[in-house]
Each structure stands twice: as structure tokens, then as C-alpha cells.
């Protein structure tokens, strides 16, 4: 596996390699992210990762330089599920000014997570549309853990015309439902045998509408009763439209219901298709 930090090395490496699949991260990586590497090689000849911490979706109240930096340990994993290339770069390679420039998501950017994490959307569209630049994929694969995050990117691709292929991750999970989370780690055991519930409330939710329940409003309200009645701290549990996540109108719609909440100090988020 070839690792480059500087730009002009990373497209130098990257000439002539047909078919370039791209999987950008943060590091700290676990089975998620590497079932997101198998899946890329599905898709194209040179599998690109790219690992950097990016400030610029950092709110004030979460805290960037203790963001969890397991570079060697990731790096070793990349080469374990055969990476053709890592993009590594740092601050000043990527930002060697002053950010000017943004990529502003409409208004869905600041509902749900982004009612949480006002400017969140606002540094990953912007980081991410520098990646692209950058590495110039034909094809990028980001998890549906974050599936927010994956509709804005998708529909920022399709209505900049940029040449890229947007496909979603399936979430893996543990045996108990969990999803997999680099948060996961910071649960204590008692917090970890409650974190499944999340899952089997969304799982809930889910038949509940597949049955023909279609007072969405009782049913998220009735979630965030329960995890708050078992030490979760909810921000939201929401039934929205799998295009834009807006509120569900008459129609045939296809659904998903999202959620977060806090389980002691790690902030769970999950969600499910139905």
C-alpha cells in the first residue's frame, strides 16, 4: 500500500490507474469502515482511502485535538484488506490557507444532526468536495450509519454534476444489533448491555409502519420515552423520507427513522430503511 500526505504525490501515483474507487475516513477504524474497503473493490481497479481528522466539522463544544488519531494501527488494517493507496495528508497540506471557500447544504443540514451540530454538514460537503477534487474517483463509498451525512453528499454530487458514483455501506452491526461505532469503545459494561436497545426500538419502529401505523409523531414520541426512561439522553428519534429527509408526506414514499441519543457520555446514532 502506497501512503502519500502531499497532493501532488497522491495524483502522480494516481495517473493512469483506471477505475478509481475512493473510501475517505477519519481513522480510527473498525469493521465498519473495512467492510466499506471490501465493498470498494466491487466497484473499480485502485481502491483510495484517505484518513484525516477535519476540523472544519467541528463544533465549538466538541473537542477536535481529542478526536481518537490510531494512524499505525489503521494503517496496518488498509494493508490487511489490500488498499491500493492511502491519502494521509495533514492540516497544511490540505488547508495550507485559510479556508474561504464552503460548501453550503440547504436547510436539511441544519435539522437532526445538524440541529445538534450546527456547521456539521457544512465542513464535511466542503472537505469531502475537496477530496473529490483531489482524488478524482469515479466511484466513492461512504457507510448508511451515517445516513444523513451519505443523502447530502449523494445529492451535493448529483447537483454539482461531478462525475462520481455515490454508493452506501451497508451499517454493520454486532450479534446483539449494535451498530459499530469508533464511540462504541467508551461505553462501560452496563452501558454496553443497554446500547442494543436502540437498535430493537428502531427495528420496532419499523415493523410498527410496515403494519400500517402510520402516526409517526406517537411512534417517535413513544421511542424517546423509552430510552430516556433507561438513562438515554435523546436528541431525536425521527421518521423522515429516504431522498431528503423531510417529514413524510401522503405517498408511497420509501422511509427510514433515524435516531440519536446519549448513553452515558458516548452519543449513539443509528438508523434503519423501511
Given at each position: 500500500m502506497q501512503i502519500h500526505s502531499a497532493i501532488p504525490d497522491l495524483r502522480h501515483a494516481l495517473r493512469n490507474h483506471g477505475r478509481v474507487v475512493f473510501?475517505?475516513?477519519?481513522?480510527?477504524?473498525h469493521d465498519g469502515h473495512l467492510s466499506?474497503?471490501?465493498q470498494a473493490r466491487e466497484h473499480g481497479h485502485t481502491v483510495v482511502a484517505s484518513i484525516f481528522v477535519n476540523r472544519l466539522q467541528f463544533g465549538p463544544n466538541e473537542d477536535f485535538e481529542k478526536y481518537p488519531r490510531t494512524f499505525e494501527a489503521d494503517c496496518e488494517k488498509l494493508r490487511e484488506a489490500d488498499i491500493d493507496l492511502l491519502f494521509a495528508p495533514t492540516e497544511a497540506d490540505l488547508y495550507p490557507e485559510r479556508q474561504q471557500y464552503y460548501v453550503d447544504p440547504p436547510g436539511i443540514q441544519n435539522q437532526l444532526e445538524g440541529e445538534v451540530?450546527?456547521?456539521?454538514?457544512?465542513?464535511?460537503?466542503?472537505?469531502?468536495?475537496k477530496?473529490?477534487?483531489i482524488v478524482q474517483p469515479q466511484v466513492a463509498v461512504f457507510g448508511k450509519k451515517d445516513y444523513q451525512q451519505l443523502m447530502i453528499l449523494r445529492n451535493m454530487t448529483r447537483q454539482l454534476a461531478l462525475p462520481i458514483e455515490i454508493v452506501g455501506g451497508e451499517t454493520v452491526r454486532a450479534d446483539d444489533g449494535l451498530a459499530l461505532s469508533s464511540r462504541n469503545g467508551y461505553l462501560s459494561p452496563s452501558e454496553r448491555s443497554e446500547a442494543p436497545r436502540l437498535y430493537r426500538i428502531l427495528s420496532g419502529i419499523r415493523e410498527a409502519v410496515l403494519a400500517g401505523d402510520k402516526d409517526f409523531e406517537r411512534l417517535e414520541r413513544a421511542a424517546t420515552v423509552e430510552l430516556d426512561s433507561h438513562g438515554w439522553k435523546t436528541d431525536y428519534v425521527a421518521i423522515r423520507q429516504q431522498s431528503d429527509l423531510q417529514v413524510p408526506l401522503a405517498g408511497n414514499n420509501p422511509l427510514v427513522v433515524l435516531a440519536a441519543s446519549r448513553l452515558g457520555t458516548p452519543r449513539l446514532i443509528d438508523n434503519i430503511d423501511i
Open positions: 473510501v475517505p475516513t477519519m481513522g480510527n477504524l466499506l474497503m471490501v451540530r450546527p456547521g456539521h454538514f457544512r465542513g464535511v460537503a466542503t472537505v469531502v468536495l477530496l473529490f477534487n
